[in-house]
């Protein structure tokens, strides 16, 4: 138990446009959700937590009008990737945790590589 | 707001052990400790996690200082699939995790 997928796996947009990425925790119900992207070569950065029914809270420094993020189900998150442009390629991830909070882990999804042109 | 160190790389001989190291000396009374693990171009797979006693599942092993200071991973018999980038990683009071740079765990035939 305990999968999360991701859709999609990948995307190639163009510079200007916005693109969505699904995060849906599919055997389990997940109240919060987390965002994290991955530069090439480099650590996973925590953007942000998503919790289902309120706002997002963002990491410092993270633009909370460029990624838009909604968690309208405890099995749905999305990012939204606004005006995207080629700095923000990168390699997006999001993790879940089961409802309620427990001792529990977060279960990651398989990622999302994301390259503006 | 890394809060653990670890060594860059690590190499271990397939089917011997590995000890992988992780120092969290900030570490607070109700932070877990939890262990990943990444492969190129794919999400971080969970190995374990545990509060102050040590740990055991079928993937590996978790001993945690007494002191909770620091942590090492053991994986029993390492095979040429545990390589990977091993991350170790503490959950602050609001569940989030913040990565460090990991450990790049070589094997070895």
């Known amino acids: 138990g305990a999968v999360v997928s991701q859709h999609p796996s990948w995307v190639i947009c163009k510079s200007g446009t916005s693109v969505k990425i699904e995060c849906r925790s599919l055997?389990?119900?997940?109240?919060?959700m987390f965002w994290y992207r991955q530069f090439p070569k480099q650590s996973l950065m925590l953007m942000a937590t998503?919790?289902?029914?309120?706002?997002?809270?963002?990491e410092q420094g993270v633009e909370k009008d460029k990624f838009l993020i909604n968690h309208a189900s405890l099995t749905l998150s999305t990012l939204t990737v606004t005006s995207a442009h080629p700095e923000d390629s990168s390699f997006y991830i999001c993790?879940?945790?089961?409802?309620?909070?427990?001792?529990?882990?977060?279960?990651f999804g398989p990622g999302t590589r994301l390259t503006v042109l | 707001d890394a809060k653990t160190t670890q060594p860059n790389s690590m190499e271990s001989n397939e089917e011997e052990p590995v000890h992988l190291p992780c120092n969290h000396s900030?570490?607070?009374?109700?932070?877990?400790i939890h262990w990943y693990r990444q492969l190129p171009s794919q999400g971080p797979e969970y190995v374990i996690h545990?509060?102050?006693s040590n740990v055991n599942n079928r993937m590996a092993s978790l001993a945690i200082a007494e002191d909770r200071k620091s942590s090492t991973l053991i994986l029993h018999r390492a095979t040429l699939r545990d390589a990977a980038v091993y991350y170790c990683?503490?959950?602050?009071?609001?569940?989030?995790?913040?990565f460090g740079s990991g450990t790049k765990l070589n094997v070895k035939p």
């Open positions: 993790s879940a945790r089961k409802t309620p909070p427990s001792t529990d882990t977060q279960y």
């Open positions: 055997d389990f119900q997940a109240t919060t």
């Open positions: 998503s919790n289902e029914g309120s706002k997002a809270t963002y």
């Open positions: 900030t570490i607070s009374g109700t932070d877990y």
């Open positions: 545990g509060l102050t």
């Open positions: 990683i503490l959950e602050d009071n609001f569940n989030k995790f913040y």
